[in-house]
């Protein structure tokens, strides 16, 4: 395997095997990251990323199409059934592009949208004024209680019927809690916006009924397919058939959609991608999958506890999700970014992140975020999560010392031994 590569780029098959080597030996706590199945990363690697299918099955810009056809109609029907949703788009590329056609299908330019706030968990994409969102949108935000940590609704409400936006935006990239998707729906109806939610992070739990399903429920919803749903990078849209808002409008809400993806924003589809995402929405319909998200939820309610038993600050004080948010600064006096570089050093891959009301700034802020999807794939148990919360606990009060990195460093990479990854790979 890799023969090929190696001889034709010593560079780049040296990257594969570092990278690799790198992915084995740590502890993966990037709440965003995960491990695909062999069937989903073989599928990557196959001449569908030849092909050329402008447009959607049966109706192609280009021929020789039939096969691919096959495909796409597999991997729309799987998710239909994964998440009970009336009308899918696999075509989007990235999490980011899909927050950018579900926009482009419903808004005009400098329309309003009222979304959280980033520093609350948000997405860059929920209206950040360096990214196209906040340039092209009028966004204004909610956030979190600074006393629960939690989304308050009731000024979700307030917000909503003050701003009168035409879209209400739910969905997040660090919230530890469980979102009220009912009632979004709810204030989004009553001040005649959509309700879009962005479930990047909590697809899994959502596929499985571990945290509320919103698809049956919001007009639009968009997801990257690879955090905890597990498949490729990328991303699909899915919506409600007819459009609630303007229910006179020549097009269905789900043609908006699809016209928005291509020829709106895109050109050809990652065919070899939608094949991947296929196979992945088979994998998590099987019961196993399920079992999987259980345990993602219990080991960070697991790595919660064992937090809380050392004394560290959490927003919201623990999680109900697959996601912590550690005050790293009120916890052990140590900034995010710095958290992050001796975390690194000992082999525990975690990301700097904004806290609720941040003494900070983005790029060195109070707080780290880390999520249990990648660590639950290699196999580990609530057990585990007790030394791993020791280990941070560890390197985080003793960030300059040497010794104690290099003590935790000779650890983890015995303690990963035990749960192998990508055994029967061939590098
Ligand atoms: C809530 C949310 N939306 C969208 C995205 C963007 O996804 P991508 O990185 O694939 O563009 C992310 C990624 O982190 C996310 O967390």
Redesign the pocket.
């Known amino acids: 395997m890799l023969d090929s590569l190696k001889k034709v780029d010593e560079k780049i098959y040296n990257v594969v095997l570092n990278e690799t080597k790198r992915q084995r030996d740590g502890v993966e706590m990037i709440a965003?990251e995960n491990f695909v199945s062999p069937a989903v990363m073989e599928t990557m690697g196959t001449t569908l990323t030849n092909k050329y299918s402008e447009g959607y099955p049966k109706k192609r810009y280009y021929s020789g199409n039939e096969f691919i056809d096959i495909s796409e109609q597999l991997a729309i029907d799987r998710a239909k059934e994964l998440f009970n949703a009336e009308h899918v788009n696999v075509q989007p590329?990235?999490?980011?592009?899909?927050?950018a056609e579900a926009f482009f299908s419903i808004l005009n330019i400098k329309d309003k949208i009222l979304a959280m706030d980033l520093a609350h968990g948000?997405?860059?994409?929920?209206g950040s004024p360096v990214n196209f969102s906040g340039k092209q949108y009028a966004f204004f935000h909610y956030g979190v209680d600074p006393e629960t940590g939690r989304i308050d609704m009731d000024d979700v409400r307030k917000r909503a019927k003050i701003i009168k936006p035409k879209l209400l935006l739910s969905?997040?990239?660090?919230y530890p809690r469980e979102l009220d998707f009912k009632e979004f729906q709810d204030i989004a109806e009553e001040v005649g916006a959509y309700h879009m939610c962005?479930?990047?992070?909590i697809a899994g739990l959502c596929a499985t009924g571990i945290h509320e399903n919103p698809v049956p429920i919001a007009d639009i919803i968009?997801?990257?397919t690879?955090?905890t749903l597990r498949g490729p990078?990328?991303?699909m849209i899915m919506s409600k058939e007819l459009d609630r808002v303007k229910p006179k409008s020549k097009k269905s809400l789900a043609r908006k959609i699809d016209s928005a993806v291509f020829p709106g924003m895109q050109g050809g589809p990652l065919d070899h991608v939608i094949a991947a995402k296929a196979v992945a929405f088979k994998e998590a319909l099987q019961p196993d999958f399920k079992l999987y998200i259980e345990q993602v939820v219990k080991n960070a309610k697991a790595l919660a506890e064992s937090f809380h038993d050392l004394g560290a600050t959490m927003v919201s004080g623990g999680t109900d999700n697959h996601l912590i948010l550690l005050d790293v600064d009120e916890s052990f006096g140590i900034r995010g970014k710095k958290a992050e570089t001796v975390l690194d050093e000992v082999n525990i891959f975690t990301n700097k992140n904004m806290v609720p009301n941040d003494r900070g700034t983005p790029y060195d802020p109070c707080g780290i975020r880390l999520g249990t999807p990648a660590i639950t794939t290699r196999g580990m148990k609530e057990s585990e999560m007790q030394q791993i919360a020791k280990w941070y606990v560890e390197t985080l009060k003793n960030p300059d010392d040497a010794a104690v990195k290099s003590k935790v460093k000779q650890e983890v990479l015995e303690f990963i031994k035990e749960f192998p990854l990508y055994p029967d790979l061939e590098y």
Do not use: E, M, V, Y
Not at 198 to 201: E, F, G, L, Q, V
């Open positions: 965003s590329h990235a999490g980011s592009q899909a927050n948000g997405h860059l994409t929920h969905g997040f990239s660090a962005d479930i990047a992070h968009t997801t990257t690879h955090k990078r990328g991303a």
